[in-house]
């Protein structure tokens, strides 16, 4: 089964999804488990924070199998 993850879900919420998707984030540079932020910043404006493409960053996450 897969999940939809879209550039409005915050890190929180993608991070609920799977423990597959700290890894996702890992690779692109991302400490999201430990970040305060995470709670209320969305995959978009987290990317463009750190100077990422958020279709790079959700073509990722949407590959994820979620078991």
């Not at 919420?13 to 540079?29: D, R, T, Y």
């Amino acid at each position: 089964m897969s999940v939809n993850f879209t550039k409005d879900m915050t890190f929180h919420q993608a991070l609920q999804k799977s423990p597959k998707v700290a890894a996702v984030l890992g690779g692109f540079n991302l400490g999201c488990v430990g970040c305060m932020g995470a709670a209320n910043e969305t995959l978009e404006q987290g990317a463009t924070a750190h100077g990422l493409a958020v279709d790079e960053l959700l073509a990722a996450l949407n590959a994820i199998e979620i078991e």
